[in-house]
């Protein structure tokens, strides 16, 4: 039993096959996509491209919103041969580790957010970083990436790249200077953060465009601590955005995701090692993350508005000694952030008097943000750089990073600021009041 | 994919170089470095493909036969040539035979070339230093009919980069960067 129709994205056909001529009258063109469908933008604001960019009510029903196609496999046709004969099998449904409808929903979503032209969801942010670096190197390639990287992805660089023979060499993303020198004849890529953890410091990323595109590097940046609401990453000349979704993206901490995108070109060479290292996501997470960005707009002003007041509130404390929040003054990266984020986010870093024990005496004592690692959830979580994310650092190692004892990672979800204000406040008047010594 | 080149890719990059040829733009390097007597060792320098920069780390060593007072550790440069012209070819009647719908089974260059070194010892006055001819022959199994295989193999030769180079006159820029070493 087969189905006649295109099963797939119908703006995409098979190339003509030449007659005559040369290579040079093939028709065939690249266009975004693969999309279920080509429906013209809903608006232009990000809300609206939120609810609606890549959400497909059910044709047979008319069930509102993506339906979750549960499948592991689709029933071919000879259209769906060709595509995998001719080399567009990205464009039809065949196997769900190749694409599935839940998949090209979600992934329209973001490609929308992030003005893209394709985007490709992945099983874990990893997998997305994976996939994109690997896409864009060749045997003895080199990388230039910053050198306060999240650990994952350190790992990538320091434990699986010279396995392969290829090299990267870490750099102080605050120093162009560096950067620049680090770029060998063989360098395929340059790899950076938006906005770094747990320092939060804001990258200039246009900064380091310029430099890419003079030296003839790939530019890829990890947009994790920035979604499209803060920054659409593309627009300022990055090749390819890359998120860990399980974050801010999806907002619910309740799934494991990435996504990659960029221009069709990019993602078109991006989408064989997803099949190849196997990354794809589920088709139940896919519907959880596009119901999670429906609200990414609205949910990141919420952040933001909790976050700012909340970091106010924790610079002007008595006990807490140092606050980075790049739309606080004092951040030093604050010019760079009003220039590069139309929103803020819910991360805060910030450093307690007491050390690290009476960091964990904090994070104890308080109500409302959960003790755990990850950020982005509607819910506040907190944790500490130096039992978790630079567990394996000494003292000074992490104090050479420039984070101090007593430094505290918190991510401040969607609750109301006066509570969580609230709860700092007693938790502080807790810990401070008993009769253990201030200073560790 | 048919002979397992996508031809939707190439179609969409032919297109796309169409509207920016700075894409089309290959700049290669090889850097040669003398080993001892006939023997060299070749090393490719990252390449260029359009505006961007890509690693190619391979190497290769050449060498004359004993009887060239070599010690036939590698292919000679004579060969090498021949790979280099043959490879093109191969690529530019696959790409050829993939954009005409055609599966291939097999293909098969055979290259013979005869060269008369009275010109490189400097010996003849009417041999040329070079090959005078290279014959090849082109084996070829597959679902395209005996005109289309003859069609493809005049139009891939006729856009196969090396084997143009080797046909038409081509400018040769070099110099010599010397340093006398006090003996």
């Known amino acids: 039993m087969s189905n006649k129709n295109i099963l797939g994205d119908p703006s995409s056909i098979a ?59 689709f029933v071919l046709n000879d259209n769906q041969y060709q595509s995998v004969e001719d080399g567009f099998a990205r464009d039809r449904f065949i196997y769900s580790r190749y694409g599935n409808p839940s998949q090209w929903a979600v992934q329209e979503k973001l490609a929308a957010l992030e003005g893209a032209e394709s985007a490709i969801v992945f099983s874990s942010g990893m997998a997305a970083i994976t996939s994109t670096v690997m896409a864009l190197v060749d045997k003895g390639a080199h990388v230039v990436a910053s050198s306060d990287l999240y650990g994952g992805t350190f790992n990538l660089f320091n434990q699986e790249f010279p396995t392969f023979g290829m090299s990267c060499t870490m750099v102080d993303s605050y120093d162009f200077d560096a950067i620049e020198a680090a770029i060998q004849p063989n360098t395929q890529l340059m790899y950076f953060e938006a906005i770094t953890n747990p320092l939060l410091k804001v990258i200039d990323i246009p900064r380091l465009v310029e430099i890419a595109k003079r030296r003839n590097v790939r530019l890829v940046v990890d947009a994790t601590f920035a979604p499209p609401v803060a920054m659409r990453t593309l627009e300022h000349g990055v090749d390819v955005v890359v998120h860990s979704a399980s974050k801010y993206l999806n907002g619910h901490s309740d799934l494991i995701a990435g996504v990659a995108a960029g221009p069709r070109k990019l993602i078109d060479m991006i989408w064989p090692r997803l099949l190849n290292y196997g990354g794809s996501l589920d088709p139940h997470a896919c519907f959880l993350l596009e119901r999670g960005l429906k609200t990414l707009d609205v949910r990141m002003r919420a952040h933001e508005e909790s976050a700012t007041a909340l970091a106010k509130f924790l610079e002007t404390h008595p006990r807490v000694k140092k606050v980075f929040y790049p739309f606080l003054e004092s951040h030093p990266d604050y010019d760079t952030a009003k220039r590069l984020l139309k929103n803020g986010m819910g991360n805060i870093t910030f450093v307690i008097e007491g050390g690290d024990k009476a960091a964990l005496r904090l994070v104890d004592a308080l109500r409302i943000p959960k003790q755990a690692t990850s950020l982005g959830g509607v819910e506040s979580l907190i944790s500490l750089p130096f039992n978790t994310s630079q567990a394996t650092f000494t003292t000074r190692q992490r104090a050479d990073i420039g984070i101090d004892p007593g430094c505290v990672r918190l991510s401040v979800g969607i609750e109301d600021a006066d509570d969580l204000i609230a709860d700092f406040d007693r938790a502080f008047a807790t810990i401070y009041s008993s009769k253990e010594p201030a200073h560790a | ?181 006090e003996s």
């Open chain 2, 1 to 181: 994919m048919r002979n397992n080149i996508p031809v939707a890719a190439l179609s969409e990059f032919v297109n796309e170089v169409a509207d920016v040829p700075e894409e089309a733009l290959m700049d290669y390097g090889l850097e040669i470095k003398w080993e001892s007597g006939t023997r060299s060792r070749s090393e490719t320098k990252p390449m260029k493909v359009g505006p961007h920069q890509i690693s190619r780390s391979f190497t290769w060593k050449s060498d004359e036969p004993r009887q060239l007072m070599g010690n036939n550790h590698g292919p000679n440069p004579q060969e090498l040539l021949l790979s280099g012209l043959g490879s093109c070819m191969m690529v530019s009647f696959v790409a050829g035979a993939t954009a005409a719908g055609i599966q291939l089974e097999t293909v098969r260059i055979d290259f013979d070339a005869t060269l008369d070194l009275r010109g490189f010892m400097g010996l003849g006055t009417n041999s040329t230093v070079g090959f005078p001819e290279v014959k090849y022959r082109i084996y070829v199994t597959g679902d395209g009919t005996e005109e289309q295989f003859a069609e493809l193999h005049r139009k891939s030769v006729s856009h196969s980069p090396n084997a143009q180079t080797i046909m038409n006159p081509v400018q040769m820029t070099g110099e010599i960067i010397s340093t006398q070493i």
């Open chain 1, 15 to 73: 190339p003509d096959y030449l007659n005559d001529g040369w290579l040079n009258e093939l028709g065939r063109t690249r266009g975004a996509g693969p999309f279920l469908a080509n429906h013209p933008a809903p608006g232009r604001g990000m809300s609206t491209t939120c609810v609606h960019a890549g959400t497909h009510d059910d044709p047979r029903t008319g069930a509102v919103g993506t339906p979750i196609y549960q499948a592991s496999t």
